[in-house]
């Protein structure tokens, strides 16, 4: 929220010409929250309800989420390790992480089959010149991609690759592959 008046143009700018232009159907809605009295907890709660919600009187479903600022994210705490993630303000069908309250951590729910339901992206820096440095690459890039296509060589160890390859991580592979190309 504190950041917000000073990125309010570049913020409104990137979500309607840059993701409702991408995605069919869809409002990006900003949200501005303070960080100093709310906790990711919360923010699930938020996003949850959006989720399966909707927006008041708008019949909608939530599709992804940028977060833009230092944005307090879900610690986990999972097999004796304690580490922040994105994934429970992405999971809200079957989740694999719920947040226990006498913990203080959002804890394995028994469900090691839990997925983001969302898109998720986080951009962060430490200053509102950043922002607008960023968000004015982007409308360069989005006015002219080819500008931005250098020659470049792509560098694969096959032998490697091989040796180390995982049948079960195919599809990662094959999308890898289509990423590159």
Sequence with gaps: KDLYPSIQSDVERYTTSYIQAR????????LPINIKNISAPDIVKILENIYFD??????????????????PLPVVQDNGFVYPSIYPYVDFEEQQFIYDQ???????????????????????????????????????????????????????????NKKYFI??????????QIFAE
């Design 102 to 160: 006498t913990k203080n951590f959002f804890v394995p729910n028994d469900n090691p089959n839990g997925q983001a339901e969302i898109r998720h992206g986080i951009i962060n820096f430490t200053g509102a010149a950043q922002y607008t440095k960023y968000f004015q690459k982007l409308k360069n890039y989005n006015s002219d991609p080819q500008s931005f296509i250098d020659t470049q060589i792509w560098y694969d160890d096959f032998i490697g």
């Design 23 to 30: 995605q069919a159907d869809t409002k990006a809605i900003v």
């Design 167 to 176: 049948a079960e991580n195919t599809n990662f592979y094959i999308n890898k």
């Design 54 to 71: 909707g927006i008041q009187d708008v019949p909608s479903k939530l599709a992804g989420i940028v977060l833009i600022g230092n944005i």
